[in-house]
C-alpha cells in the first residue's frame, strides 16, 4: 500500500524559515518526478514546486521563487521543501504527490502556519 508521509511543518512569524520533508512507503519515490502543493483553507490545491526523479531540473510557482527550495536525497528516497522568508498567506497544509502520471493516494499534509 501506497503512503505518502508529509512532516517539518509548524508555526513561524512572517519572515521565518521551515523544512519540509516528504517520504513514501509502498514505492521507490526516487523514480518519480515529485511536486508540493499546499491548501489554504477554504481554498484550492494550489501548485508550489516540482522536482525531476533527477533532481536536475525544478520549477515554482510565481508566488514562492526565490524564497522556497526543492530538493530531494535519493539515497533517502525524500524529497524535501525549504521556505524561507515565510508570509502568512503561506498558511496551508502542504501536500507532496507525483507530478506526472496521475497522482497516488494523498497522504496527510503538513501544517504551516505563518502568523505573528
Known amino acids: 500500500q501506497v503512503r505518502l508521509v508529509e512532516s517539518g511543518g509548524g508555526l513561524v512569524h512572517p519572515g521565518g524559515s521551515l523544512r519540509l520533508s516528504c517520504e513514501a512507503s509502498g514505492l521507490i519515490l526516487s523514480y518519480y518526478n515529485v511536486a508540493w502543493f499546499r491548501q489554504a483553507p477554504g481554498k484550492e490545491l494550489e501548485f508550489v514546486a516540482d522536482i525531476t526523479w533527477n533532481g536536475v531540473s525544478s520549477d515554482y510557482a510565481d508566488c514562492v521563487m526565490g524564497r522556497f527550495t526543492i530538493s530531494r536525497d535519493n539515497t533517502k528516497s525524500a524529497v524535501f521543501l525549504q521556505m524561507i522568508n515565510l508570509k502568512p498567506e503561506g498558511t496551508a497544509v502542504y501536500y507532496c504527490?507525483?507530478?506526472?502520471?496521475?497522482?497516488?493516494?494523498w497522504g496527510q499534509g503538513t501544517q504551516v502556519t505563518v502568523s505573528s
Open positions: 504527490n507525483k507530478r506526472t502520471g496521475g497522482f497516488l493516494p
